[in-house]
Nanobody, 115 residues
């Protein structure tokens, strides 16, 4: 059984930083990409950042610069370093792991940016 473990959410003040991580464990083979999505109340889930196993990345325009995605292929783990956080970054953040023909999703972790 595949599990995605997503520690790292929490409450942070505007301008602060958080680091999210997502480790995929279990019988999972052929990971080709990993990424982070987020969903704010009343809004659709949206891509935040993605990274392919070879290292190429893509970001939502709203997070380019302050956010950095990285991957540890040996550990099947993806990280999201979030700097200069704003209240509009408040959302539930979901990890996604892609294998050919299937996507695995984490349960999500709450990130709240508030003073």
């Amino acid at each position: 059984q595949v599990q995605l473990v997503e520690p790292g959410g929490g409450v942070v003040q505007p301008g602060g930083s958080l680091r999210l991580s997502c480790a995929a464990s279990g019988r999972i083979f052929g990971i080709c990409a990993m990424g982070w999505y987020r969903q704010a109340p009343g809004k659709q889930r949206e891509l935040v950042a993605g990274i392919r196993r070879g290292g190429s990345t893509n970001y939502a325009d709203s997070v380019k610069g302050p956010f950095t995605i990285s991957i540890d292929n040996a550990k099947n783990t993806v990280y999201l370093q979030m700097n200069s956080l704003k209240p509009e970054d408040t959302a539930v953040y979901y990890c996604k792991v892609e294998i050919p023909g299937y996507d695995y999703w984490g349960r999500g972790t709450q990130v709240t940016v508030s003073s």
